[in-house]
């Protein structure tokens, strides 16, 4: 059993202070409202999720895990900062989205609880945000069942990267609040991809996600190089 949380007590507080801005489409988090569609259609591209049992790791207030949940999904999202789950829970009431819930529990251990449970377990923009992404990682290859599917998204590490995924999102373009990452715990793509292959994970798709500022545009490409998503299956 796991006795501590894998989490930054700073990084819960971050994202609680927001709380109650994530589903504004204006507010800081408006890039994941944008990121979310592409996300989305490559995830139910690979993995058709209607009627699919998943699990969202680190679902914030739910922007992945109701979208999951429209496609037919029954979702479960889970996250260790109480006031983003209290506004995911209460914009499922409001918008009146069938088949998902929220519960406030560590990845590691839901894994104790319910291994081998999940068809598809989504972990986006959650593993820089944490202490050990390797135990995470490990968490979701116990969490899905043999043969499920696993993604992961988050940060590459290089000078690019840093450029621009902090100095021009938080700095200059004042996409992010200032704060929202920090360079050292950024991930690289082989990094992220070895602690997948050590918890029994194969790498099956990778996707980049790049950004225009002067047209506010994402789109997913095959550069990895800032932004980037891995697609894992369980053995």
Same mark, same amino acid.
């Given at each position: 059993?796991?006795?501590?949380?894998?989490?930054?007590?700073?990084?819960?507080?971050?994202f609680s202070d927001l709380a109650h801005r994530w589903w504004d489409t204006e507010s800081e988090f408006r890039p994941l409202h944008q990121i979310n569609p592409l996300r989305l259609a490559w995830i139910d591209d690979l993995v058709p999720l209607?009627?699919?049992?998943?699990?969202?790791?680190?679902?914030?207030?739910?922007?992945?895990?109701? !979208?999951?949940?429209?496609?037919?999904?029954?979702?479960?999202?889970i996250d260790l900062a109480t006031k983003a789950l209290r506004v995911a829970q209460l914009h499922a009431l409001e918008a009146q989205t069938e088949g998902v819930t929220y519960r406030e529990v560590s990845a590691e251990k839901l894994a104790d609880e319910q291994p081998a449970s999940f068809d598809v377990v989504t972990c986006m923009?959650?593993?820089e945000?944490?202490?050990?992404?390797? !135990?995470?990682?490990?968490?979701?290859?116990?969490?899905?069942?043999?043969?499920?599917?696993?993604?992961? !998204?988050?940060?590459?590490r290089n000078p690019k990267a840093f450029l621009f995924a902090i100095v021009?999102?938080?700095?200059?373009?004042?996409?992010?609040?200032?704060?929202?990452?920090?360079?050292?715990?950024?991930?690289?793509? !082989?990094?992220?991809a070895a602690y997948a292959r050590a918890a029994g994970l194969d790498l099956q798709h990778t996707r980049g996600m790049e950004y225009n500022p002067l047209t506010r545009h994402y789109w997913l490409s095959a550069n990895?190089?800032?932004?980037?998503?891995?697609?894992?299956q369980k053995a």
């Amino acid at each position: 059993m796991h006795s501590t949380e894998n989490a930054d007590p700073a990084e819960l507080a971050k994202f609680s202070d927001l709380a109650h801005r994530w589903w504004d489409t204006e507010s800081e988090f408006r890039p994941l409202h944008q990121i979310n569609p592409l996300r989305l259609a490559w995830i139910d591209d690979l993995v058709p999720l209607k009627g699919k049992k998943v699990l969202d790791i680190g679902c914030g207030g739910g922007i992945l895990a109701d !979208s999951m949940a429209r496609k037919g999904a029954e979702v479960l999202g889970i996250d260790l900062a109480t006031k983003a789950l209290r506004v995911a829970q209460l914009h499922a009431l409001e918008a009146q989205t069938e088949g998902v819930t929220y519960r406030e529990v560590s990845a590691e251990k839901l894994a104790d609880e319910q291994p081998a449970s999940f068809d598809v377990v989504t972990c986006m923009e959650m593993l820089e945000h944490v202490p050990d992404p390797a !135990s995470v990682v490990r968490a979701c290859a116990t969490l899905v069942k043999p043969g499920g599917r696993v993604f992961f !998204s988050t940060i590459n590490r290089n000078p690019k990267a840093f450029l621009f995924a902090i100095v021009g999102a938080e700095y200059v373009l004042n996409l992010l609040p200032r704060g929202t990452h920090e360079f050292a715990k950024f991930i690289k793509p !082989s990094e992220l991809a070895a602690y997948a292959r050590a918890a029994g994970l194969d790498l099956q798709h990778t996707r980049g996600m790049e950004y225009n500022p002067l047209t506010r545009h994402y789109w997913l490409s095959a550069n990895t190089s800032v932004n980037y998503m891995l697609a894992m299956q369980k053995a």
